[in-house]
């Protein structure tokens, strides 16, 4: 079983350029969820999907952008990398009514 | 808004033996759900434990157990018998309720190193 897949694995970016960080899940989940990790520190949300067709804000949206592309797959962007977003990304998922959320393996994000 | 705080940045117990990680969080709410995730070097967040608020009995999953002190809002993880395996940051975790989108809070972590 998948699970919960993110690609890439490792990114380096330049300050300024973007990029798309891709996040697919085989659960048949409703919710979808973007986090970061800074070193030293735990999961905060960035953005989240409750389910297919809608997307809110999280605790450290700023600089990012997301896309439910359909049920399965929720994107996160950034337009215009900056060293601040150097952190090690992941995505979860979780069905509706459920508490329990996947994670997936994470994307580790450095920007020079 | 919720906080989870975990007091204790790093812990090492020997193999065998058992270590107790501390949690505590602040809440306005009544019905909520409290995780123990576990994040090996592979990065991977691995769920150890959760605990449903409403339920008095203490969470247990094998070699893990849990002590939550609802009224002074606090949720310990105790790890017995400790493996090499364990050694990796525990993240402590609240969720409100069960509505669709329900995000995670996390504790800041603790890293557990079981020496042999």
């Known amino acids: 079983n998948a699970g919960v897949t993110q690609t890439p694995k490792f990114q380096v970016l330049k300050t300024g350029q973007s990029m798309t960080l891709q996040c697919a899940q085989d659960?048949?989940?409703?919710?979808m969820y973007w986090y970061r990790q800074d070193p030293g520190m735990g999961l905060r949300l960035i953005y989240y999907?409750?389910?297919?067709?809608?997307?809110d804000k999280g605790e450290v949206p700023n600089g990012y952008n997301v896309s439910r592309l359909n049920k399965r797959e929720f994107s996160l962007r950034l337009e215009s990398a900056a060293p601040s977003q150097t952190s090690v990304y992941f995505c979860?998922?979780?069905?509706?009514?459920?508490?329990?959320?996947?994670f997936g393996a994470g994307t580790r994000l450095s920007v020079l | 808004a919720q906080t989870v705080t975990q007091s204790q940045p790093e812990m090492s117990v020997q193999e065998a033996e058992t270590v107790t990680l501390s949690c505590t969080y602040d809440?306005?709410?009544?019905?909520?759900?409290l995780f123990w995730y576990k994040q090996p070097p592979s990065r991977q967040m691995i769920l150890v434990i959760r605990?449903?608020?409403?339920?008095?009995q203490n969470a247990t999953e094998n070699r893990f157990s849990v002590n939550f002190q609802k009224a002074a809002k606090s949720f310990s993880l105790k790890i017995s018998d400790s493996q090499l395996g364990d050694t990796a940051m525990y993240f402590c975790?609240?969720?409100?309720?069960?509505?669709?989108?329900?995000?995670?809070?996390f504790g800041g972590g603790t890293r557990v190193l079981v020496k042999p």
């Open positions: 975790a609240f969720m409100k309720g069960r509505a669709a989108g329900n995000k995670l809070t």
């Open positions: 659960m048949n989940h409703n919710s």
């Open positions: 979860a998922s979780s069905q509706t009514g459920a508490d329990i959320q996947y």
């Open positions: 809440t306005s709410e009544n019905n909520y759900y």
């Open positions: 605990q449903e608020a409403y339920k008095q």
């Open positions: 999907s409750a389910s297919e067709g809608t997307t």
